[in-house]
Nanobody, 126 residues
């Protein structure tokens, strides 16, 4: 089992920045690809950014390219995402997820991920 806990969400003005963290416990954290998804009210959960087990391979949603950086610290069992130039349309609950079946690649399909955190709210005001 893997337990995930997100933190770092909050209220920010348009153009502002946030750094989200996802702390993991349980099974070998460093073995798996991880990702962030988000879900706005009335919308489906969508891929934001992901990183493979070593940090060498990352994948960004088109909407986040140039505004977002994902990193991981396997010693601390934590994944970070730095989000800049946030806009009201970025408002959503952000979830951290683990893909225990993949190490090298980063999948964008929500159904690929088998462990999820509870989410952290990000609200961007205009």
């Amino acid at each position: 089992q893997v337990q995930l806990r997100e933190s770092g969400g909050g209220l920010v003005q348009a153009g502002g920045s946030l750094r989200l963290s996802c702390a993991a416990s349980g099974r070998t954290f460093s073995s798996y690809a991880m990702a962030w998804f988000r879900q706005a009210p009335g919308k489906e959960r969508e891929f934001v950014v992901g990183i493979n087990w070593s940090g060498a391979n990352t994948n960004y949603a088109d909407s986040m390219k140039g505004r977002c950086t994902i990193t991981r610290d396997n010693a601390e069992k934590t994944v970070y995402v730095q989000m800049n130039s946030l806009q009201p349309e970025d408002t959503a609950v952000y979830y951290c997820a683990v893909d225990s079946r993949k190490r090298w690649s980063v999948e964008v399909d929500v159904n690929q991920y088998d462990y999820w955190g509870q989410g952290t709210q990000v609200t961007v005001s205009s």
